[in-house]
């Protein structure tokens, strides 16, 4: 400490190490660095381990025979089993190569100019990029996040992410994205507390799933039908990750938002198609609306125990049976289970409605569309547990076209035309979290955005094509039962013509002007008295 008038300045003592000391801290941290790494990458060092001692003891010919026999293997088990193999083999060969000369080398440019980078104490930090797991179509990076960082921040900016690192879509989940597996046998103890590690809650992790090829640009072929459905996971679509995406009908209501020719013909009969195995056993009842006069589900007549397409009264008249069907089934299932059970004697009843905002928002009929939302309020708010199930699609998912869209847990969004549109059919905050609905290319049709069972980060994927021949093979395979009660009644009534309604008479108007102001015109017109 030195004095100079009143300015005093104070200097830390300085601690001077001999450079023997400084030396062998330095061999220490690089041992222990090298250490740990070893630790990290047991199977690389296996390899290289195992490379050295077969080199020394045979020459060359000990490298290149394992290495020839590991490809043999290698191919022949791509052949038998090529999900395993991605799995074990090149997944992980993969997704290292491409952590170490794909991400590594673009990190810091990319995390800097997507916004995710900080500052603290005059320094740069940046979030740490643990790992990379790949697919035949993915890449999976397990990102640490920087101390104070939330996974919305990087949802905002998974656009900037996916083109950042040369791709067109990514996601962003705050959770990991694929379920820990189903564990038997011998080693199923040892397996299970592995899995309880590696999917273990870790809040201060975000993984960043980059789509590298778009399995998706694919159509894809039509689903086998099977002869029971199962109700919990009917395969519709296939996901980015070439599985299959399966939907929970069972005690849910499904609303399906998208534009003109985005594909919502696809989402409906692939769903009709998985349940053509109930349908012509009896376990499952479609009841289909369709407005627009049959154009898209009457080629399927077959398959439905009520169709109305032409009558609007006729589509109120089933809406009602439908809420009748509710109220009976209420009466009698309650307090003995909370949700409905399908079988034979008690199936399932399942109300398609395409574009139904032709019933809620465009019919001109007022009353009319006063009853048809009073028995779609009644469905949607009741009817779930007890079977009675609704489908819905629509173009317009506005509040003033279908004000009782919050009523529908399950939601699918298709191609949009606005943006603010997403989060309408989806929730609010799900185009922040990856779905860009309003985005999607000409050749999307079919392609859309579903909520997965327990992750709230959207997935992106592609329905089902089902052509009209399918269609007709369909409906020519799996007809309904042919019960004159439950089908024929209906379709005599839909061959009717719409009813012509007479016009109400119009009310008398009273006048636009106060008797005590009449009074006084009277007057004036007939010489001051009143007539």
């Not at 038998?80 to 190569?97: K, V, Y």
């Not at 395969?235 to 980015?240: C, G, K, M, Y």
């Amino acid at each position: 400490m030195t004095t100079a008038g009143d300015l005093m300045v104070i200097r830390p003592r300085r601690l001077e190490l001999p450079v023997w000391l400084i030396a062998f801290g330095l061999v220490l941290r690089w041992l222990w660095r090298g250490l740990w790494w070893c630790l990290r990458h047991p199977v690389a060092v296996g390899l290289v381990v195992a490379g050295v001692t077969l080199y020394r003891e045979f020459g060359r010919s000990g490298v290149i025979v394992p290495v020839v026999l590991a490809a043999a293997v290698s191919a022949l088990w791509r052949w038998r089993h090529e999900s395993s193999w991605w799995t074990w083999c090149a997944g992980p060969i993969l997704g290292r190569f491409r952590q170490l000369f794909v991400y590594r080398r673009a990190w810091r440019e990319a995390m800097t100019l997507c916004g995710l980078a900080k500052v603290y104490d005059h320094r740069t930090v940046l979030p740490e990029l643990l790992r990379v797991r790949s697919d035949q179509a993915l890449d999976v990076l397990t990102i640490r996040m920087v101390r104070g960082q939330t996974p919305e921040e990087f949802q905002k900016a998974t656009a900037n992410l996916a083109y950042a690192f040369g791709r067109r879509h990514a996601r962003v989940y705050s959770e990991r994205p694929d379920d820990p597996p189903i564990r038997s046998g011998y080693w199923a103890l040892v397996l299970g507390a592995v899995d309880r590690l590696r999917f273990r809650d870790r809040p201060s992790v975000v993984y960043l799933v980059v789509v590298r090829t778009d399995a998706l640009r694919t159509l894809v072929d039509p689903f086998d039908v099977p002869s029971v459905p199962d109700f919990t996971a009917l395969p519709l679509a296939r996901r980015e990750d070439l599985r299959h995406w399966c939907l929970h009908l069972l005690a849910t209501h499904v609303l399906v938002g998208g534009a003109t020719r985005s594909g919502k013909g696809s989402v409906l009969w692939s769903l009709v198609r998985v349940l053509a195995g109930g349908i012509s056993s009896g376990l499952v009842r479609l009841w289909v609306i369709d407005p627009k006069g049959g154009m898209e589900f009457a080629m399927g007549r077959p398959l439905f125990a009520r169709f109305a397409c032409k009558s609007f009264e006729a589509m109120a008249d089933l809406l009602d049976e439908a809420v009748t069907v509710m109220r009976e089934r209420q009466n009698r299932l309650a307090g003995a289970v909370r949700v409905h059970t399908p079988t034979l004697d008690d199936p399932m009843v399942v109300v398609v409605i395409d574009e139904m905002a032709a019933l809620t928002a465009y019919l001109q009929d007022v009353d009319l569309r006063k009853r048809i939302a009073g028995s779609l309020g009644l469905l949607l708010s009741q009817g779930a547990g007890v079977g009675v199930l609704v489908v819905a699609a629509l173009q317009d998912p506005r509040k003033e076209v279908l004000p009782f869209r919050d009523l529908f847990p399950t939601r699918i969004a298709l191609g949009l035309t606005e943006a603010a549109q997403v989060d309408l059919v989806l929730g609010d905050g799900a185009r922040n979290r990856g779905a860009l609905a309003d985005q999607m290319p000409r050749w999307a049709k079919g392609v859309g955005y579903v909520i997965l069972d327990g992750i709230p980060e959207p997935a992106r994927v592609r329905f089902s094509y089902i052509s009209d021949d399918h269609i007709r093979e369909l409906a020519a395979e799996y007809p309904a039962p042919a019960d004159a009660a439950d089908i024929l009644a209906q379709v005599g009534r839909e061959t009717a013509t719409e009813p012509t309604r007479p016009p109400l008479p119009r009310q008398r108007r009273g006048p636009l002007l106060p008797d005590s102001l009449l009074n006084i015109l009277d007057r004036d017109t007939d010489g001051g008295e009143p007539r």
